[in-house]
């Protein structure tokens, strides 16, 4: 089991920028592929962007693409999340997610991810 505390949340003006980190806890950390989805009150929670074991593989949701990159080092037990460009659409908590299972290919859905973070709220204002 694994558990994920996110930090590095807060306020920012449209445009700017910000990094989430995804701290977890445990020797295993590796085994897991990592994920960061994003809320706001009364949606389903979104896929942000995911990385594998590795990080050799990175999938991120078409609303994100060329300005969020997701980064992992397997060595700090911990996955980031670099936030650029960002515009008030963005404004959510974002948590962070881990996957046990061993797959093909990088989930993408809520419901492939076992283990959850309480979350960080990122509000961007215009």
């Known amino acids: 089991q694994v558990q994920l505390v996110e930090s590095g949340g807060g306020v920012v003006q449209a445009g700017g920028s910000l990094r989430l980190s995804c701290a977890a806890s445990?020797?295993?950390?590796?085994?897991?592929?990592m994920a960061w989805f994003r809320q706001v009150p009364g949606k389903e929670r979104d896929f942000v962007a995911a990385?594998?074991?590795?990080?050799?593989?990175?999938s991120y949701g078409d609303s994100v693409k060329g300005r969020f990159t997701v980064s992992r080092e397997n060595a700090e037990n911990t996955v980031y999340l670099q936030m650029n460009s960002l515009k008030p659409e963005d404004t959510a908590v974002y948590y962070c997610?881990?996957?046990?299972?061993?797959?093909?290919?990088?989930?993408?859905?809520?419901?492939?991810?076992?283990?959850w973070g309480q979350g960080t709220q990122v509000t961007v204002s215009s």
């Open positions: 997610a881990a996957d046990a299972y061993t797959r093909v290919y990088i989930a993408t859905t809520r419901r492939e991810y076992q283990y």
């Open positions: 445990g020797r295993t950390f590796s085994t897991y592929a």
């Open positions: 990385i594998s074991r590795s990080g050799g593989r990175t």
